[in-house]
């Protein structure tokens, strides 16, 4: 019996070739790219991937109440911002391709993360907070010991927002780069003066969702500029409802 071997024997015999050797000097530094440029394109897209995990795990410890939530909306509002940012390069655009391919390419689950960019702002923008709302609520009390108009500077603000972006319809102003600021005031400035759910405020938010999801320079045409001022202006009505 022969001798048990200490490795698996291989059917066929192998004899090294010594004129075979190494093209690249193992205690070398590997660069991934050659170029500044690569270099750049590269970075860009880590920084996205760390955006995207980091939106999801931030969604995750607002849901649980493990982050107050002006920090929320101050770090979700700098993420989308910096997604944003990076996106809107045509270097990066065409790498990055879009959100599910980049999501495919790297196995990235984060439902929560896409949603959040899908809308492109804080849930607490969207939704005027319970706190948001007892301070509206808090400063309206005082106000009407002093003057028969509740809240007059943050009403103001909100109705001058309103009629500054129907104006900016008026005027023929139909790209996402010029629309989508002015109604996110909008929302901003509304939620300051109530938390109530008045008729047609949803209407502001899926506009701002429509919007998000447009290219910057891409434009609504003639009929959907039609149904968003005459949705917002619904909104518009809707919220003086609510000051009566």
Same mark, same amino acid.
């Given at each position: 019996?022969?001798? @048990?071997?200490?490795?698996?024997?291989?059917?066929?015999?192998?004899?090294?070739?010594?004129?075979?050797?190494?093209?690249?000097?193992?205690?070398?530094?590997?660069?991934?790219?050659?170029?500044?440029?690569?270099?750049?394109?590269?970075?860009? #897209?880590?920084?996205?991937?760390? !955006?995207?995990? *980091?939106?999801?795990?931030?969604?995750?410890?607002? #849901?649980?109440?493990?982050?107050?939530?002006?920090?929320?909306?101050? !770090?979700?509002?700098?993420?989308?911002?910096?997604?944003?940012f990076l996106t809107s390069d045509e *270097?990066?655009?065409?790498?990055?391709?879009? #959100?599910?391919?980049?999501?495919?390419?790297?196995? #990235?689950?984060?439902?929560?993360? =896409?949603?959040?960019?899908? &809308?492109?702002m804080p849930s607490t923008t969207l939704?005027?907070?319970?706190?948001?709302?007892?301070?509206?609520?808090?400063?309206?009390?005082?106000?009407?010991?002093?003057?028969?108009?509740?809240?007059?500077?943050?009403?103001?603000?909100?109705?001058?927002?309103?009629?500054?972006?129907?104006?900016?319809?008026?005027?023929?102003?139909?790209?996402?780069? %010029?629309?989508?600021?002015?109604? =996110?005031? &909008?929302?901003?400035?509304?939620?300051?003066?109530?938390?109530?759910?008045?008729?047609?405020?949803?209407?502001? &938010?899926?506009?701002?969702?429509?919007?998000? %999801?447009?290219?910057? *320079?891409?434009?609504?045409?003639?009929? %959907?500029? @039609?149904?968003?001022?005459?949705? !917002?202006?619904?909104?518009?009505?809707?919220?003086?409802? =609510?000051?009566?």
């Amino acid at each position: 019996m022969n001798p @048990r071997q200490p490795y698996a024997p291989t059917p066929h015999s192998y004899v090294p070739n010594s004129n075979l050797h190494a093209t690249i000097n193992l205690d070398e530094e590997v660069k991934l790219t050659e170029t500044r440029a690569e270099r750049d394109l590269q970075e860009s #897209l880590a920084e996205i991937f760390s !955006i995207i995990v *980091t939106l999801d795990e931030l969604e995750k410890a607002f #849901l649980k109440d493990a982050i107050p939530e002006a920090d929320y909306t101050e !770090i979700c509002e700098r993420c989308l911002k910096q997604y944003k940012f990076l996106t809107s390069d045509e *270097t990066v655009s065409r790498a990055f391709v879009g #959100l599910e391919e980049f999501k495919a390419e790297w196995d #990235l689950e984060v439902p929560r993360a =896409t949603e959040r960019i899908r &809308v492109g702002m804080p849930s607490t923008t969207l939704t005027a907070s319970s706190s948001m709302g007892q301070s509206a609520s808090s400063h309206n009390h005082q106000q009407q010991n002093q003057q028969s108009q509740p809240g007059g500077q943050l009403i103001l603000e909100a109705t001058q927002d309103f009629i500054t972006f129907l104006d900016a319809l008026r005027l023929g102003l139909l790209a996402k780069d %010029q629309l989508h600021p002015l109604l =996110t005031d &909008v929302i901003q400035s509304v939620n300051k003066v109530t938390d109530r759910d008045f008729e047609n405020r949803g209407k502001i &938010v899926q506009w701002l969702i429509t919007l998000n %999801q447009m290219k910057a *320079t891409e434009e609504l045409s003639e009929d %959907q500029a @039609r149904e968003l001022e005459l949705d !917002i202006n619904s909104a518009y009505q809707g919220f003086k409802s =609510t000051l009566s």
